[in-house]
């Protein structure tokens, strides 16, 4: 996102940002792993492979409507002169990757830390303020229990899973770790959710909103009114996506 900056064009910068999320990323690797240990041990490289192509396909077709609805005219060549090759000095390594690190802490930490509070916050207390050993008791779990059912026609309307998914808005590997918690085991977690569920899971993982800090480097490039709309696109994508793949995996699984 923040490598966007080196196009010249605004409309090609706002489009690369929009679709870049889309994209797969490393943190989502536990939970495609996770998955694919559970529910498909014997065909785990081709369900990769499936997720990254997925992904690539989404971000095709977003592209092509953002281009003939929301981002009309005619693209800019990409034209970048290259400078000179010299020989770096550390001096300028270091002062360049301190100014990168500052930025990035100055501007998104602050967002991501005051995220993590109320997640935290959420995840312990319950409505009395105290707090509670019981997962389920919580303030967090109530939430989740709410939007549940918007993942029911999706085949994963279990409380726990919303929980998973509300949690990896912090940081996409909480979803495992909050998943590990919830159920207690993978055992438990095969147990609760069926392949034909497991699949359109896996692809709302993949498509759904990115993490805070992704979300934070949208808002500080192109403001927040986009990057609520980035949020919002996306999730509605994923779940569009996935109800998809949930009739095709109960039509094969």
Not at 8 to 15: L, N, V, Y
Not at 22 to 38: T, V, W
Not at 218 to 235: F, P, Y
């Amino acid at each position: 996102i923040m490598a966007s900056r080196t196009l010249a064009s605004e409309r090609d910068r706002k489009m690369t940002i929009m679709l870049t999320p889309f994209m797969s990323c490393s943190a989502k690797l536990p939970i495609y792993g996770m998955f694919i240990a559970a529910f498909f041990p014997h065909n785990g490289g081709l369900v990769m492979l499936s997720l990254y192509l997925t992904g690539i396909c989404v971000a095709v077709i977003s592209g092509f409507l953002l281009n003939s609805l929301v981002f009309r005219g005619k693209p800019v060549p990409f034209v970048m002169e290259l400078p000179a090759y010299r020989l770096p000095t550390a001096r300028n390594i270091i002062m360049h990757m301190w100014e990168k690190a500052k930025d990035f802490l100055h501007k998104a930490f602050t967002v991501i830390f005051l995220v993590s509070i109320i997640v935290w916050f959420l995840q312990n207390f319950d409505f009395q303020l105290s707090l509670t050993a019981d997962p389920q008791e919580s303030i967090l779990a109530w939430i989740a229990s709410g939007i549940a059912p918007l993942f029911a026609p999706l085949g994963f309307g279990d409380w726990r899973v919303s929980t998973a998914l509300i949690t990896g808005f912090m940081a996409k590997e909480s979803v495992v770790s909050t998943l590990t918690i919830l159920y207690g085991s993978s055992a438990a977690l095969g147990a609760a959710l069926s392949p034909a569920a497991a699949a359109p899971l896996l692809v709302f993982c993949l498509l759904y909103t990115p993490c805070i800090a992704a979300v934070a480097s949208v808002k500080r490039e192109m403001g927040g009114r986009w990057a609520t709309v980035m949020v919002v696109n996306q999730c509605v994508v994923a779940w569009l996506a996935a109800l998809v793949v949930r009739f095709l995996a109960v039509a094969v699984l």
